[in-house]
Structure formats: C-alpha cells, structure tokens
C-alpha cells in the first residue's frame, strides 16, 4: 500500500489535520460570521472543507457543499445547488416540501420521484434548457431561498466561488447570494477560491455586493508538522527519509501538499529505500519529464518573447530587470517582462505575485521542467 495520494481531495491516513486553521473557522462559522478562504490551487482547500463538514456534521449542523469550478452559466449554477441539497439524506423531507411550492410552469423542467420509507430514495432530475432564462433565476432565487426552511443550523461552503464572479451577468448570481445571506441568520457561508485577485476583488471593491460580508482567510502554509507527518507516513512502510530533505522537497514545490505527496507517491512506487537530495531531484525530473508534451503544447501556444520570461521566471524565480538578466534571456526592456508576467497569469500559468517581486507558478512542476530544459541537466 502507498502511503502517499495526490490529486483528488484526501481524507482519514491521506490526512494532515489542520488543526488553527480548523479551529478559527469553526469559532467563525458558530458566531454566523461568514468565511471566505483564499489559497493557491492545491494545497488542500477542498480537502479542508470536506473535514471542517464532517466536524460541522458531528456537532448537529446540516451541512451542504456546492463545488461552482465548471459552472460557466446560471443553469449550470442550479444544477450544481440542486444536486448538492439532493445528496443530502437529512434535510431530503424538508427539500421535498420545498419542490412542492414550486409554481406549476417550472415543472415540465424539475422532475422527480420520491418513496418514504425509512431510507427515502429520492431522484430529482433537472432539465434546466426547458426553462428560460427569467426561470431559470427565478428557481435559482426560490431554492437559495429555501435554504433557511432546511434546518435550525446550516453551513453551506461554496468551493472555487471565483467562478460566481466571472459569469457575465452583471453580478446578478453574485448579488442574490448575498441578499440570501443576509436574510437567512440560520445559515453561515464558507466561500473558497484560489485565483487571488478575483475573489479579493469580489469580497474588498465596495462596488461589488460582497463588500466586506465576509471574514477573509488566507488558507495558511504548513508548518513543521507536515514535515514530521511525511516522515512518519515513510517510516510506517521503512523508509527513511531526513526532515532535511523533506523541507528540500517542500521548497522546491512551493510548499504545495499536493506536489509533495506525489513526489513522495512516486519515491514510493519506485522503491527508493533511502530517500536523499538526488533521489527528490531525480524523481521530479521524472515526473515532469512524463509532462513533456503538455508543457511544450503551452510552451508552443506563447508568443517568443513571453516563452523568454517564463524561463526566466522559472530559473530565477523572480521577476527581475537588471541589465544582465535581461540580456542573458535576450529580453530587450524591464517592460517587457511586466507585459509578458500579466499575459501568463491571465493564462493562468503564472499566479499573481504576493508582492516582493517573487513570480509563482500555477504548476511548481511546470518551473521545474522549464529549470532542466534550459538551465543544464541536474539543476533544479
Ligand atoms: N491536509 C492535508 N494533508 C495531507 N495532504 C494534503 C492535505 N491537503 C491537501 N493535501 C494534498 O493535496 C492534494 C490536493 O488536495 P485538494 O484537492 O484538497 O486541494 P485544493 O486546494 O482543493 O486543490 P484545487 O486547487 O485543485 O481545487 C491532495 O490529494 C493531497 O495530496
Ligand atoms: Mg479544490
């Protein structure tokens, strides 16, 4: 068995309690003050919220998780909120009643089937491109609405809420959402995103209805203990590894668990008894080589200029425009690199930069790739 998962949310032995963060959120969440969770992509929001749900859980909260990352339009909104509440055994009796108040012309779209027995099965299935655009709104408004009939304590989390932001609607979602919150006192928000500058922008721009509704929180880093936990993850199948070289990992990847855990997978699937400098260095060379084509396909997609100043921001991982650095990658003004760095992260291959002029990748393994391509084999 390996001890090491990545790419899909984890749970149980795959998981590291985060314990801070944890417990600030649900001091929060019990003073029905809404949260929202800033972080990069990876390093463990979903996987947060799906624990901090089944904490809700234990302490009699009816909890509902909507994941919004696909949805590209209102009716993909509904369909997501619909499936979500749907999935929920408890509160299914009360979301029935609900359906049954849904006026006569948005049936021909909603349909379903329930049994009450002791364990109701329940099918709900929603034709939503039988609605128009008008209904589909007015649906979307009469179940948010419902929400506050469901239970005594409910805690709703929407995961990568950017997306709410970025539909063309003229914030139409994003305002009757809020005005859900502040009539329902029996329901407190989580709202998650990892593209920064959108979701700042959707909670901290007083034009916008979110304006300071919200408790922000920056998803935090880990600290000492995911060295410690990776370690003990090694030892329990006999490998060892120094915490050294964990933190040498850790660095390299942008302290992202996601990328961790798939190094550590693949040391693993690979047998390396004695994991050291060289075998982190040598098993992402491996990984990212298996990522050639994918990397070149993006590499090919940028203009000559924007491929120079990713490389440059790859190998040496700051956005900077001294004299030299700039000829080295054949860059003819400082310009141009802030030109190329704000067309790469609306590509979403570079993150926007924390400040202090550091340039962080979408994909540390992307950088990683870009280092052993062009700076020399063996430098990562
Ligand atoms: N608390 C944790 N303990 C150990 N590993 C973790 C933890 N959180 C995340 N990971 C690692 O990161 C991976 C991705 O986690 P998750 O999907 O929760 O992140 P995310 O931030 O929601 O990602 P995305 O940006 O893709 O939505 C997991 O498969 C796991 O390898
Ligand atoms: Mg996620």
Not at 8 to 13: E, F
Not at 219 to 231: A, L, Q
Not at 302 to 322: D, F, N, S
Request: aromatic residues 10%; charged residues 25%; proline residues 4%.
């Amino acid at each position: 068995m390996n001890p090491f998962k990545y790419g899909d949310p984890v749970q149980g032995k795959y998981y590291l309690d985060r314990k801070e963060l944890n417990k600030s959120v649900l001091t929060f969440i019990e003073s029905q003050i809404n949260v929202v969770l800033i972080g990069p992509r990876r390093y463990g929001k979903t996987s947060f919220i799906l624990s901090l749900i089944r904490n809700l859980d234990k302490i009699g909260y009816t909890t509902i998780s909507v994941d919004v990352f696909n949805v590209t339009s209102h009716r993909d909104f509904l369909n997501q909120f619909l499936s979500a509440i749907t999935q929920k055994k408890t509160i299914l009796k009360r979301f029935i009643e609900w359906l049954k108040t849904v006026p006569r012309q948005f049936k021909p779209a909603l349909e379903w089937e329930a049994d009450s027995g002791a364990s109701p099965n329940f099918r709900l299935s929603l034709q939503a491109h039988k609605l128009s655009d008008d209904q589909v709104k007015q649906l979307i408004a009469d179940a948010l609405d419902s929400l506050k009939t469901l239970s005594e304590k409910t805690f709703i989390a929407f995961d990568e809420f950017q997306t709410i932001g970025q539909l063309e609607d003229n914030g139409w979602l994003e305002a009757t959402i809020r005005s859900t919150m502040q009539l329902q006192k029996n329901v407190t928000f989580l709202f998650s995103g990892s593209r920064h500058g959108i979701i700042h922008d959707m909670f901290n721009n007083p034009s916008r209805p979110f304006y300071r509704s919200c408790q922000l929180i920056n998803f935090p880093e880990f600290g000492p203990e995911f060295t410690d936990w990776i370690i003990g993850r090694f030892k329990e199948i006999g490998i060892q590894c120094a915490p050294e070289t964990v933190d040498y990992l850790r660095k390299i990847v942008d302290d992202t668990p996601n990328y961790v855990q798939m190094a550590c997978f693949n040391l693993v699937a690979d047998e390396v008894r004695n994991v050291d400098r060289e075998e982190i260095d040598s098993v992402l060379r491996r990984i990212t080589a298996q990522n050639s084509y994918p990397y070149q396909t993006i590499l090919n997609s940028l203009t000559p200029v924007q491929q120079r100043v990713l490389r440059l921001a790859a190998c040496e991982r700051k956005a900077i425009y001294t004299k030299d650095i700039l000829e080295k990658y054949e860059i003819k003004t400082g310009a141009h690199v802030s030109q190329a760095i704000k067309s790469l992260v609306s590509k979403q291959i570079l993150d926007e930069s924390t400040g202090k002029g550091a340039v962080i990748f979408d994909d540390p393994l992307f950088a990683i790739w870009l280092r052993n391509e062009f700076a020399g084999r063996g430098s990562l």
